[in-house]
């Protein structure tokens, strides 16, 4: 990325030697996220992240189809969820199925929603809470058995999942940089050749006239290298990875009454584990282990900074005392062993004293109250 500031400029539609050159470095990192994906250069539209590339095959596949409805998991991001809000608006019908305890989306519901016909179907690839792994293969098939286009918001998958789109069958696919160590604000969209795509934005002819704008050459620059380190670590990564949360989950269950680690009964993605803790509000303890020094989540981190009880965990029916305490643990690249045993001792801590402080005030109370 350096490298590429350095060149300056850098406007590809530029008629002049440095626009040639930087036509050319776009171009090649076209193609060589192209060949990560198993796809060919003009099956990539490079974005400002995942929430446009979410919103551009949405709408765009939608609105290209004149469709009339569209369906998608209850589960999805709210790039896509909020995408289809914007198809209601415009009079589109909407689906959202529901899934099992584990966020699963159940094929034969699938089916059920697509009987009437549908112009596209969005399951995400791995959720970016829970960590579930959709089979996404079998619920492409089943959506084009039923007339309806496959959008995969694979925004979880890179660092972790094989991502070839030929394999997976999907009609769309969406990246963000920042999620597998590129720059944040850049994104990816695959389009399957042939799939009618409607720009969102309108103002120019760049990415083959599906979304304009000058394009970030030094961001997707980044995301390119990012995205050949991602898949060159991933197999060793992955199971590296896996351990460390495993170990992660083994210990605090272990150490700690009333915990509950959601979605475990289904694959998952290696970096990421949903634990409950129960009696404890999971607000207040991602606040309080931030105080402690580990950075959690709950609901969707993507907003305000305040958590929003999730839509993903209350998706998964379960009772209120796994649903209410439900912190999302995330794991990457750069953690090790000793951030494993931080990380538990901090936690354990912090649990305790919390369900420490609601006991001493449920026996005040009872000390008051008689
Ligand atoms: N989809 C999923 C599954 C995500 O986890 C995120 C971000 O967290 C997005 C979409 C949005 O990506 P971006 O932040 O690049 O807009």
């Given at each position: 990325m350096?490298d ?11 008629p002049?030697?440095e ?13 060589r996220?192209?060949?990560l994906?198993?796809?060919s ?13 979410d919103?551009?095959?949405v709408?765009?596949?939608v609105?290209a ?9 209850a589960?999805?991001?709210?790039a ?5 809000q914007?198809?209601?608006?415009e009079?589109c019908?909407?689906?959202?199925l529901?899934?099992d ?8 519901a ?6 009437d ?10 959720n970016?809470?829970i960590?579930?792994v959709?089979a996404v293969d079998?619920l ?8 309806a ?7 979880q998958?890179?660092e ?18 920042h ?6 604000g850049?994104g990816?969209l ?6 009618p795509?409607?720009p ?6 760049q ?5 304009p ?9 980044g995301?390119?290298a ?5 898949v ?19 210990e605090l269950?272990?150490?700690?009454p ?5 979605g ?6 290696p ?10 509000a ?8 931030d ?11 993507c907003t305000?900074?305040?958590?929003e009880p999730?839509?993903?965990?209350a998706?998964l029916g379960l009772?209120?005392?796994w ?18 045993d931080v990380?538990v001792a901090a936690?354990?801590?912090t649990?305790?004293a919390l ?8 026996g ?7």
């Amino acid at each position: 990325m350096l490298d590429a500031l350095d060149r300056g400029a850098l406007n590809p539609s530029s008629p002049h030697a440095e626009g040639r050159a930087a036509r050319a470095l776009l171009d090649d990192c076209r193609d060589r996220v192209a060949g990560l994906l198993g796809a060919s250069r003009k099956e990539i539209v490079f974005t400002a992240g995942g929430t446009e590339a979410d919103n551009l095959a949405v709408l765009g596949i939608v609105r290209a189809r004149r469709g009339t409805h569209a369906v998608a998991a209850a589960t999805e991001h709210h790039a896509v969820l909020e995408a289809l809000q914007g198809l209601r608006d415009e009079g589109c019908r909407t689906t959202l199925l529901g899934v099992d305890s584990d966020g699963r989306v159940d094929p034969a519901a699938l089916a059920a929603a697509l009987r009437d016909g549908a112009a596209l179907t969005a399951i995400m690839y791995a959720n970016n809470e829970i960590g579930t792994v959709a089979a996404v293969d079998e619920l492409a098939r089943l959506a084009h058995a039923h007339g309806a286009a496959f959008h995969c918001d694979a925004v979880q998958a890179p660092e972790w999942l094989p991502l070839d789109v030929a394999a997976l069958g999907v009609d769309s696919l969406a990246m963000s940089a920042h999620k597998f160590g590129g720059p944040k604000g850049t994104g990816a969209l695959y389009v399957r050749n042939g799939t009618p795509l409607a720009p969102v934005l309108r103002g120019g002819g760049q990415e083959f006239g599906r979304r304009p704008g000058t394009e970030d050459v030094v961001g997707i620059v980044g995301l390119t290298a990012a995205l050949e380190a991602a898949v060159a670590e991933r197999s060793t990564q992955a199971r590296r990875v896996a351990v460390l949360r495993d170990r992660l989950e083994r210990e605090l269950l272990a150490r700690l009454p009333g915990v509950r680690v959601n979605g475990s009964a289904a694959p998952r993605l290696p970096n990421i584990g949903n634990l409950a803790f129960e009696g404890i509000a999971a607000a207040e303890l991602v606040a309080a282990l931030d105080l402690a020094g580990v950075a959690t989540a709950a609901g969707s981190a993507c907003t305000s900074g305040v958590p929003e009880p999730s839509h993903v965990v209350a998706a998964l029916g379960l009772e209120p005392r796994w649903r209410d305490g439900a912190i999302r643990l995330s794991l990457g690249r750069s953690t090790s062993d000793a951030d494993i045993d931080v990380a538990v001792a901090a936690i354990v801590r912090t649990v305790e004293a919390l369900r420490g402080n609601t006991r001493s005030e449920a026996g005040r109370a009872q000390t008051r109250g008689g």
